[in-house]
């Protein structure tokens, strides 16, 4: 089972940190990823990390503003959010990957949470 939180009001330009738990025993076996779906759209990947934590990958709408973490022994994932516009509201999703590399591909992940909601105000 996969618990987000964090999610909340925000204004343009602030910054939130997103967080998401989780019992599993085998937290580190799986690479974690962020996603997100907007009102109206489909969901999109946002970032991922492999099991280590020192490789990631992000889409190009937030790299150089949101930073995806990870502690494995806290087994919680990070999504620290810069700079937030208001196209970045959404419902924002973690999920634990079949691998232990970082990927994009949604079908690559097979456990994921309920979501937590950001709206950015501008």
């Known amino acids: 089972q996969l618990v987000e939180s964090g999610g909340r009001l925000v204004q343009a330009g602030g910054s939130l940190r997103l967080s998401c738990g989780t019992s599993a025993r085998t937290f580190e076996n799986y690479a974690m990823g962020w996603f997100r779906r907007a009102p109206g759209k489909e969901r999109e990947f946002v970032a991922s990390?492999?099991?280590?934590?020192?490789?990631?990958i992000y889409a190009d709408s937030v790299k150089g503003r949101f930073t995806i973490s990870r502690d494995n022994a806290k087994k919680t994932v990070y999504l620290q959010m810069n700079s937030l516009k208001p196209e970045d509201t959404a419902d924002y999703y973690c999920a634990a990957a079949n691998t232990i590399i970082a990927v994009i591909g949604i079908n690559d992940y097979i456990y994921w949470g309920q979501g937590t909601h950001l709206t950015v105000s501008s």
């Open positions: 990390i492999n099991w280590s934590g020192d490789s990631t």
